[in-house]
């Protein structure tokens, strides 16, 4: 009797071990081995010469020295195991099945592409070096850009992104936001950007007169109401697009007469003026 109650006194603690072996393991202090779960991810890094075994392992010291890593449609819906690629530049791994991206432990990371995946979140806070980031083409509803300020190019098309602050990107050249749910956009702290295509938006207000270096702007397809291209460089702009916006009439440009003899893609009722009632 004693001894069958000494089982039954036991058993919480043997089904806690048991529970405890079967949990999967963590890269940290695993015998320089790291954990890589995704078959076709590893694979992926045998056919690169990283890895020679298909056993979810990869030997650490010969990852984390790489600096450029091509993942591009291997359909991989694990990336774990990619935050021992600590001198890592360049990651794409555009076109899987990822629904989360973990890029905490890759402070040296320049440029991302994780385009047309299925990301709901994207937190890119310690990748402070980053200058390129191709994020299109996923599930996102908020992105914060607040600690890269070294970024000159943002794709964040084809998301449900419904604000952007670019406030503090202040390097931005290209900015690709098209496709989203903003209501607003401000643009006046980035005097570098050259492309902004913000096309098919709820935009009602668009101000670009800080934007000197523009070149190429589509803003069409959103709720506009007012737009001031007044940037005192107009004719630098060589591509303007800004129809299908039926709430707007006049917009404020630099040279009426210029831009009505160069910039022909608006709608039937919109027309220039130097200073819009």
Same mark, same amino acid.
């Given at each position: 009797?004693?001894?069958?109650?000494?089982?039954?006194?036991?058993?919480?603690?043997?089904?806690?071990?048991?529970?405890?072996?079967?949990?999967?393991?963590?890269?940290?202090?695993? /015998?320089?081995? @790291?954990?890589?779960?995704?078959?076709?991810?590893?694979?992926?890094? *045998?056919?690169?010469?990283? !890895?020679?075994?298909?056993?979810?392992?990869?030997?650490?010291?010969? *990852?984390?020295?790489?600096?450029?890593?091509?993942?591009?449609?291997?359909? *991989?819906?694990?990336l774990r195991g990619i935050e021992d690629f600590t001198a890592l530049t360049y990651l794409d791994c555009y076109s899987n099945q990822l629904t989360?991206?973990?890029l905490s432990n890759n402070p040296a990371l320049d440029t991302l592409a994780c385009t047309s995946n299925q990301l709901t979140t994207l937190d890119?806070? /310690? $990748?402070?070096?980053?200058?390129?980031?191709?994020?299109?083409?996923?599930?996102?509803?908020?992105?914060?850009?607040?600690?890269?300020?070294?970024?000159?190019?943002?794709?964040?098309?084809?998301?449900?992104?419904? @604000?952007?602050?670019?406030?503090?990107?202040?390097?931005?050249?290209?900015?690709?936001?098209?496709?989203?749910?903003?209501?607003?956009?401000?643009?006046?702290?980035?005097?570098?950007?050259?492309?902004?295509?913000?096309? $098919? $938006?709820?935009?009602?207000? +668009?101000?670009?007169?800080?934007?000197?270096?523009?070149?190429?702007?589509?803003?069409?397809?959103?709720? +506009?109401? @007012?737009?001031?291209?007044?940037?005192?460089?107009?004719?630098?702009?060589?591509?303007?697009?800004?129809?299908?916006?039926?709430?707007?009439?006049?917009?404020?440009?630099? !040279?009426?007469?210029?831009?009505?003899?160069?910039?022909? $893609? *608006?709608?039937?009722?919109?027309?220039?003026?130097?200073?819009?009632?």
């Open positions: 009797m004693k001894k069958l109650l000494l089982i039954l006194l036991c058993l919480p603690l043997l089904f806690t071990t048991c529970k405890k072996e079967e949990e999967e393991p963590t890269n940290t202090g695993n /015998n320089g081995l @790291t954990y890589v779960p995704d078959d076709s991810f590893e694979q992926h890094l *045998i056919d690169e010469g990283y !890895d020679n075994v298909l056993d979810d392992y990869v030997t650490t010291s010969s *990852i984390d020295t790489v600096t450029h890593l091509y993942i591009s449609e291997k359909h *991989i819906y694990d989360t991206l973990d890119v806070s /310690n $990748n402070t070096a980053l200058t390129v980031l191709r994020c299109g083409g996923n599930q996102l509803t908020s992105l914060d850009l607040g600690n890269n300020t070294a970024l000159t190019l943002l794709w964040c098309l084809y998301n449900q992104l419904t @604000t952007l602050d670019v406030s503090q990107n202040t390097a931005l050249t290209t900015l690709y936001c098209y496709n989203n749910q903003l209501t607003t956009l401000d643009v006046s702290q980035n005097t570098a950007l050259t492309v902004l295509w913000c096309t $098919n $938006n709820q935009l009602t207000t +668009l101000d670009v007169s800080q934007n000197t270096a523009l070149t190429n702007l589509e803003c069409h397809y959103n709720q +506009l109401t @007012t737009l001031d291209v007044r940037n005192g460089n107009n004719t630098k702009v060589f591509y303007f697009f800004c129809g299908n916006n039926p709430l707007l009439y006049c917009i404020d440009v630099d !040279d009426a007469t210029w831009s009505t003899s160069n910039w022909t $893609n *608006i709608d039937p009722h919109h027309y220039f003026s130097e200073n819009c009632p």
